[in-house]
T-cell receptor, first 116, second 112 residues
Framework: DAGITQSPRHKVTETGTPVTLRCHQTENHRYMYWYRQDPGHGLRLIHYSYGVKDTDKGEVSDGYSVSRSKTEDFLLTLESATSSQTSVYFC???????????????FGPGTRLTVL | QKEVEQNSGPLSVPEGAIASLNCTYSDRVSQSFFWYRQYSGKSPELIMSIYSNGDKEDGRFTAQLNKASQYVSLLIRDSQPSDSATYLCAVRQGGATNKLIFGTGTLLAVQP
């Protein structure tokens, strides 16, 4: 358990509505990630953060934005949800060792999002 | 596009047998490799990491890495029904980033 929580755990929304998913960590790790997982595609990186206000795009970032105003929180926003964004969303952290970020990632419990 | 390939399965083995899960990757400069287990409806759970060529053992699990062949595998000895899950292979991208590329996973079914 890497002290990661995600909220909400389940959400059903309608096309065109904004949605924000929250990832919260309690261990002060520098790197945080957002993935989506879909059948046949595996886990794909949406965005990641390497510090407060420092974020970058992953391979499937279109339609998503992120913000990190505090070390412990990493928010993923779907500005206008579409049915293609129906997925399971996982947050992850890279554990810190000796003050440096390692490349070992640990995952939160996930958020199941359905866009109707 | 850097890729990580896994056979989707299902791989079916009898209880007590050795399960062998395989993964190939395309990025020759990759240095870090990971195996995750994911039960249905749950999040991925790290099993093992491996960084050097050869074998790394942890209990019933052995990870094997061959960088020349761009191949990493996971062996599960004395397979148990509780090992039934999807196993994800992940490879760290080359360069300064901590980003991982995941395979689509292999579904393992251990038959009692």
């Amino acid at each position: 358990d890497a002290g990661i929580t995600q909220s909400p755990r389940h959400k059903v929304t309608e096309t065109g509505t904004p949605v924000t998913l929250r990832c919260h960590q309690t261990e002060n790790h520098r790197y945080m990630y957002w993935y989506r997982q879909d059948p046949g595609h595996g886990l794909r990186l949406i965005h990641y953060s390497y510090g407060v206000k420092d974020t970058d795009k992953g391979e499937v970032s279109d339609g998503y934005s992120v913000s990190r105003s505090k070390t412990e929180d990493f928010l993923l926003t779907l500005e206008s949800a579409t049915s293609s964004q129906t997925s399971v969303y996982f947050c992850a952290i890279s554990r810190t060792s000796g003050g440096e970020s390692t490349d070992t990632q640990y995952f939160g419990p996930g958020t199941r999002l359905t866009v109707l | 596009q850097k890729e990580v390939e896994q056979n989707s399965g299902p791989l079916s083995v009898p209880e007590g047998a050795i399960a062998s899960l395989n993964c190939t990757y395309s990025d020759r400069v990759s240095q870090s490799f990971f195996w995750y287990r994911q039960y249905s409806g749950k999040s991925p759970e790290l099993i093992m990491s491996i960084y050097s060529n050869g074998d790394k053992e942890d209990g019933r699990f052995t990870a094997q890495l061959n960088k020349a062949s761009q191949y990493v595998s996971l062996l599960i000895r004395d397979s148990q029904p509780s090992d039934s899950a999807t196993y994800l292979c992940a490879v760290r991208q080359g360069g300064a980033t901590n980003k991982l590329i995941f395979g689509t996973g292999t579904l393992l079914a251990v038959q009692p």
